[in-house]
């Protein structure tokens, strides 16, 4: 009979380097989609606010706190990721266990955001997209979250389905950032 065992998204893939830059998985804890009944926008801010220490999030925002944050991901949506949610939540949103259905790395460095120039048409230099902004958008043929997390981090969550074509155009565009730089390309980290 054979064994099954549960792997993550990107289990064998990362972490990957290039130059100054540096790809990794990150275990997100919980990620539950919030979406607030009609009118109960304030309702849902408050109870988060109570629960978890962040607030609802304006559109191409995110409220990232101590253990836990709001996403932005379209109109009238959001992710809590982190922490499960308070039961309080329910009263005022439709929760949705959506933790098995994302794969979410990091891309930590400098040359983040050239790198991801050529795959996101959205500009993300830390002087446009600062930290705590967040956008719902397309990396090649993915639909992708990008958040800045750091000055030099940005958290990019694409479906698990995605995860290996996720990585690979991730690692090509570093490794070629990292080629006209005269760098190092293409190491994986043990």
Known sequence: MAELRATTPCAGLLPRRAGAMRLEEVDPGRITSLMPGPGQAGALDGALRAAHGVGWPDPGA???????????????????????????????????????????????????PEALARLVPVDLRAHVFAEGATARTLLGHMSVSITRTGPERLRIMAFRSMAGTLVHELQTAMERVAARRGLETGAQDG
């Open 62 to 112: 995110a409220h990232i706190g101590d253990g836990a944050a709001v996403i932005w991901t379209g109109m009238d949506q959001a992710m809590l990721v982190g922490p499960a949610p308070d039961p309080a939540l329910a009263e005022a949103a439709a929760l949705t266990d959506q933790s098995d259905a994302w794969a979410v790395v990091e891309l930590a460095g400098e040359d983040g």
